[in-house]
């Protein structure tokens, strides 16, 4: 079954330094997403992406974020100056398309970043 | 703003006990509800969902209702089984168009022989 994979599972960095999350979405999908959970809080959305630019943002990715589509495969989400709030798991997901309810996001197993 | 409101964990129970997680949420109009589950190691699936109210989700033998009266889509399962042990994640889609995901804290089910 196809699935979205992440790299790496782990990365840590030191503050002030920038990171890039990768994702490979499943191949036919069209949307892609970047999800964040701070330890013991919720998931919460940062970021959705289709037609090669975002579509949606919540405030939390501020400037200090970026997401890109470089080539046909992977999708990633970069972060400048890492702070140390910006530890947390991040999770991919993408889906076919985007009608309410009716196409499933898949999510990939996630980045854990740890922020020193 | 919308948001949901996750029974909080870890939950531990004894194989085919009864399993309840509570969920109530806040949106305007009326949302699509979910329930993803996280085993070890993989990312979230969808387990089961409704998109309208009084809608039953069901799926692996779990099942939710979506209540407008209560807000809520609590998670159930008659019998749980080891392999039921994950992470349960609950969420919402608004109704207004855009399908970013609000979702639970997770709430963590441990099942024991």
């Known amino acids: 079954e196809p699935e979205v994979t992440q790299t790496p599972s782990h990365q840590v960095t030191q503050m002030g330094q920038e990171v890039i999350l990768r994702c490979v979405p499943i191949?036919?999908?069209?949307?892609f997403y970047w999800y964040r959970q701070i330890l013991g809080q919720k998931v919460e959305f940062l970021v959705s992406?289709?037609?090669?630019?975002?579509?949606?943002k919540s405030e939390i990715f501020d400037d200090q974020f970026s997401v890109e589509r470089p080539d046909g495969s992977n999708f990633t989400l970069k972060i400048r100056s890492t702070k140390l709030e910006d530890s947390a798991m991040y999770f991919c997901?993408?889906?076919?398309?985007?009608?309410?309810?009716?196409?499933?996001?898949?999510f990939g197993p996630g980045t854990r970043l740890t922020v020193t | 703003g919308d948001s949901v409101t996750q029974m909080e964990g870890p939950v531990t129970l004894s194989e085919e006990a009864f399993l309840t997680i509570n969920c109530t949420y806040t949106?305007?109009?009326?949302?699509?509800l979910f329930w993803y589950v996280q085993y070890p190691g993989e990312g979230l699936q969808l387990l089961l969902k409704?998109?309208?109210?009084?809608d039953k989700g069901s799926n692996k033998g779990f099942e939710a209702t979506y209540r407008k009266e209560t807000t809520s889509f609590h998670l159930e399962k008659g019998s749980v089984q080891v392999s039921d042990s994950a992470v349960y994640f609950c969420?919402?889609?608004?109704?207004?168009?855009?399908?970013?995901?609000?979702f639970g804290t997770g709430t963590r089910l441990t099942v024991i022989p």
């Open positions: 997901a993408s889906s076919e398309a985007r009608v309410r309810g009716a196409y499933e996001q898949y």
């Open positions: 191949s036919n999908h069209l949307y």
């Open positions: 992406f289709y037609n090669n630019e975002i579509s949606e």
């Open positions: 949106a305007t109009g009326y949302p699509s």
């Open positions: 409704a998109t309208k109210a009084d």
């Open positions: 969420a919402l889609e608004t109704e207004t168009g855009a399908n970013n995901l609000f």
